[in-house]
């Protein structure tokens, strides 16, 4: 069993930054496909980043150039850094992890989720 808990999120106006964090427990986080998801009211969890076993990193073309996902596996965490953030990224946020198999984009792929932490960007 793996337990994911995000952490980071707030309020900020638009074209701020915030870095969120997500800490996983399970001793084989190394492996996991970790990823980025968010779902704002009324709508359906979407897509947002993604970052394979090896470190490479996949987008949604909405964050291109703005968001940037990474891992530390020695400290078990997963970063979301967010700069020049958009009212349109308000959302609640959430960290996945998929245990084994490539990099996808499809919420039903991934095998634990956390909570979710709430980014609120105002304009």
């Known amino acids: 069993q793996v337990q994911l808990v995000e952490s980071g999120g707030g309020l900020v106006q638009a074209g701020g930054s915030l870095r969120l964090s997500c800490s996983a427990s399970g001793r084989a986080f190394s492996y996991y496909t970790m990823a980025w998801f968010r779902q704002a009211p009324g709508k359906e969890r979407d897509f947002v980043a993604a970052i394979s076993e090896g470190g490479g990193g996949y987008y949604t073309d909405s964050v291109k150039g703005r968001f940037t996902i990474s891992r530390d596996n020695t400290e078990k965490r997963v970063h979301l850094q967010c700069n020049n953030l958009k009212p349109e990224d308000t959302a609640v946020y959430y960290c996945?992890?998929?245990?084994?198999?490539?990099?996808?984009?499809?919420?039903?792929?991934?095998?634990?989720w956390g909570q979710g932490t709430q980014v609120t960007v105002s304009s």
């Open positions: 996945a992890a998929r245990q084994s198999g490539r990099l996808t984009t499809a919420i039903s792929d991934y095998d634990y």
